[in-house]
């Protein structure tokens, strides 16, 4: 007898529709007309996706034999390998644990090894793991330009903006990296890990880096699929929490008090205490 989640997928494959009004595209022509995307480069996509959910499924498989470790999956993240595939293979990235999809299109783009088999390794905390030798199930080798990253909460994200600055800083220094001289970091977080103090400050470094004429190639990509895990996510059209710790910028205890924001007094701005009290200052530049 098929899971639910299988009989689903038949039914819904079932009830489409063929495309008996055009011929179906060549590997090499585009998906549709005026698209880069070619249907070659789709179904390689495609494949990462089906990887990706496949994996989740083992997973799940091996937790209730007792004998996987680890369920937190990317299903619903699958589309994260189109990012990988808009990137190169030479682009540092930084990924959370829904980004399987990326790791496994990266890893097609390089070629060698078993993405699949070393994910599982890492599910069944098998010393053989060539990631984390089975301490944790992460994403990461040398060879795709995937660096490790631990579960902790945002915790990659200043990591991530360290490694943008070391590829500007290398190119303008002249010295040697091990990114190319035009590469660009990615890295990936949901939408709740964006709460957290350590995604606000490394995203404050590197609008600081931009803003003082530093380069930082940096693409951060958060996905948001309404489940925080850390925080509550406010339903489609409804207003934001208010419960005091929850997102709100007043408490209950001080909202029905506080004055409206267009009579509240704004303290003067005095910049930094090394320019004399001016507006800004240069004491964040270096290079």
């Not at 909460?153 to 500007?168: D, E, K, N, Q, Y």
């Not at 320019?275 to 964040?284: E, F, K, L, Q």
């Amino acid at each position: 007898m098929a899971e639910p989640i299988d009989q689903l997928f038949i039914e819904t494959v079932a009830a489409m529709a063929s495309p008996t009004h055009r011929r179906s595209p060549a590997p090499a022509e585009p998906v549709r007309e005026g698209s880069v995307l070619t249907v070659a480069r789709c179904l390689e996509l495609f494949d990462a996706q089906l990887g990706s959910r496949h994996l989740d499924l083992a997973a799940r498989v091996l937790r209730a034999d007792g004998a996987g470790f680890y369920t937190i999956g990317s299903s619903g993240h699958e589309g994260n390998a189109a990012v990988a595939g808009a990137l190169r293979p030479t682009d540092p990235a930084l990924l959370h644990y829904r980004s399987c999809g990326f790791f496994l299109e990266r890893a097609r783009q390089v070629g060698g090894g078993d993405p699949l088999r070393d994910v599982l390794l890492g599910v069944v905390a098998a010393a053989a793991d060539p990631i984390s030798g089975g301490r944790h199930k992460v994403f990461g080798r040398h060879d795709l330009a995937v660096i490790p990253q631990t579960s902790t909460i945002a915790s990659h994200l200043p990591r991530a903006v360290g490694v943008a600055f070391a590829i500007g800083r290398a190119r303008r220094l002249g010295v040697d990296s091990p990114w190319p001289a035009d590469a660009v970091a990615v890295c990936s977080f949901g939408d709740a890990s964006a709460n957290h103090s350590t995604a606000v400050g490394a995203i404050n470094a590197a609008a600081l880096g931009a803003y003082q004429g530093l380069p930082v190639p940096l693409l951060l990509v958060c996905e948001d699929n309404g489940i925080g895990v850390s925080v509550p996510t406010p339903g489609a059209g409804s207003s934001p929490p208010t419960r005091a710790g929850w997102g709100s910028s007043t408490s209950p205890r001080t909202a029905a008090t506080s004055p409206p924001p267009s009579t509240r007094q704004r303290a003067p701005r005095t910049g930094c205490a090394s320019t004399g009290g001016r507006r800004s200052c240069t004491c964040a530049r270096s290079g």
